[in-house]
């Protein structure tokens, strides 16, 4: 149904920045919610931000509000993770998620996912 495959990640140090991408393939409507989570080992998946694929609306964890900005890109079918002044904290495998429902914050709403990509963070 929905196909989602994440890029960009990669190794840099704390206050860089990284541009993440999210390809989206399948059947997707304007109300779907598209998601960033991360997730260390051993811990559950943390929500990161989110938006509407037609773009009205967003949410972002308080850990990563003022630093990270969600959109997404229509004519590419993609959806972004602009990370700015990352800290080392910030490391962790981060996933695209998609949800035809509800979305919001909790990783349990989420139907479909990507396989991740690798961010790390240097002091």
């Known amino acids: 149904q929905v196909q989602l495959v994440e890029s960009g990640g990669g190794l840099v140090q704390a206050g860089d920045s990284l541009r993440l991408s999210c390809s989206v393939s399948?059947?997707?409507?304007?109300?779907?919610?598209m998601a960033w989570f991360r997730q260390a080992p051993g811990k559950e998946r943390e929500f990161v931000a989110a938006?509407?694929?037609?773009?009205?609306?967003?949410n972002y964890a308080d850990s990563v509000k003022g630093r990270f900005t969600i959109s997404r890109e229509y004519a590419k079918n993609t959806v972004i993770l602009q990370m700015n002044s990352l800290k080392p904290e910030d490391t962790d495998v981060y996933y695209c998620?998609?949800?035809?429902?509800?979305?919001?914050?909790?990783?349990?709403?989420?139907?479909?996912w990507g396989q991740g990509t690798q961010v790390t963070i240097s002091s």
């Open positions: 998620a998609a949800d035809p429902i509800c979305g919001g914050s909790n990783h349990r709403n989420y139907n479909y």
């Open positions: 399948g059947r997707t409507a304007s109300y779907y919610a």
């Open positions: 938006i509407r694929w037609s773009g009205g609306s967003t």
